[in-house]
């Protein structure tokens, strides 16, 4: 298991675009170590009984926002546990201020061809639903967040196989704990 007390944090949070596949890396680091793992965009869902995109649709993205920092915020504050954030929650300066105080954070980066590609077909992605090229909404939201990605304790390309970014990062935290 992973020891907290060593490195000083109460979690780790996991970062990135959609599509970079940190629900996806959260949920198999929290197996590994054997602790809990948190999906904000999960826990937003819960909290309200809707979706991401019907909180968008219904009252906006200014609305969920608001929603968004308070469960981060409230997420932040576990022990012990893995967090995967939304994409944009990042933005949010309380929610960054939580996250560099009580979190050893990882950014999960990947190619924005290679994101674009994953996500060309979904549907529950409400800032890409409109009708812009793909790509081009991607590098505007990557451009607004690449400083505040950038700050994380530790950077992981996520354009190959999970098993050799899970492989990076169990790596990657060992060194932290030594």
Known sequence: MFDFAIIKKKNICIMGLMGSGKSMIAKDLSKQFKIKFYDTDREIENKTNKSIDLIFEEKGESYFREIEEEVCLELL????????????SIINKKIRQSIELNSLSIYLKVDL????????????RPLLNKNENKID???????RRQKFYEKADLSVDNNKDKYQVLEQIKYALELYEN
């Open 113 to 124: 061809n290679i994101l674009a590609k994953r996500l060309k077909s979904s549907k529950k």
């Open 77 to 88: 504050q576990n022990n012990n546990c893995i967090i995967s954030l939304g994409g944009g």
């Open 137 to 143: 909404i991607l590098q505007n939201l990557y451009k």
